[in-house]
């Protein structure tokens, strides 16, 4: 049974902080890491996603992805009112279908 | 930019009756699933079809499911006799085979 674990937070960071997500994850064969944002209602939004040990930069968002660990995080910098979301963390083990976890909340306060 | 599409955005519906979920997959994806997310759970994998079939199942994909591809274009979900609980947020998604899944903006079903 793949498990995706994320702490459900609220996480909450002051507006121009750095947001810290965190996921770990049970299964060592999973290849692929996805970071998606889920505003209330709404459908999954991808961020990134990541395959690679180390760590994978777009804009203000890093993905890092540790194998040995199997941990996955995402970092979110200068964080704006407009980032507070769920944001769910989902791997998948080579165009199998995607695992999510639960989902982390995160309240960035103007 | 193209988009998964679905349709309708919320249904109401009585238990016991029958429901038909749609969607309209990327068009040169090959991968199709649908998900669904009970309020405030998380996003569950229900089903996947590939090459007009389906490629894998979850345990909530029980024989009350079925999906076609009617046509060229439409994914669809069937729920033949809807239950309370079967109320939730279903999501389509479409994937080419490389890189990411493409997710629909999703359907809110509820069952009274």
């Known amino acids: 049974q793949k498990e995706v674990e994320q702490n459900s937070g609220p996480l909450s960071v002051p507006e121009g902080a750095i947001a810290s997500l965190n996921c770990t994850y049970s299964d060592r064969g999973s290849q692929s890491f996805f970071w998606y944002r889920q505003y209330s209602g709404k459908s999954p939004e991808l961020i990134m996603f990541i395959y690679s040990n180390g760590d994978k930069e777009d804009g203000r968002f890093t993905a890092q992805l540790n194998k040995a660990s199997q941990y996955v995080s995402l970092l979110i910098r200068d964080s704006q009112p407009s980032d507070s979301a769920t944001y769910l963390c989902?791997?998948?083990?080579?165009?199998?279908?995607?695992?999510f976890g639960k989902g982390t909340r995160l309240s960035v306060i103007a | 930019e193209p988009e998964v599409t679905q349709t309708p955005s919320h249904q109401v519906t009585q238990m016991g009756q029958e429901v038909i979920l749609r969607c309209v997959p990327i068009?040169?994806?090959?991968?199709f699933y649908w998900y669904r997310q009970i309020l405030g759970q998380k996003v569950e994998f229900l089903v996947s079809?590939?090459?007009?079939?389906?490629?894998?199942k979850s345990e909530i994909f029980d024989d009350q499911f079925s999906v076609e591809r009617p046509d060229g274009s439409n994914f669809t979900l069937k729920i033949r006799s809807t239950k309370l609980e079967d109320s939730a947020m279903y999501f389509c998604?479409?994937?080419?085979?490389?890189?990411?899944?493409?997710f629909g903006q999703g359907t809110r079903l509820t069952v009274v």
């Open positions: 068009s040169n994806h090959l991968y």
């Open positions: 079809f590939y090459n007009n079939e389906i490629s894998e």
């Open positions: 998604a479409s994937h080419s085979g490389v890189a990411e899944a493409f």
């Open positions: 989902a791997l998948d083990s080579g165009n199998t279908p995607l695992v």
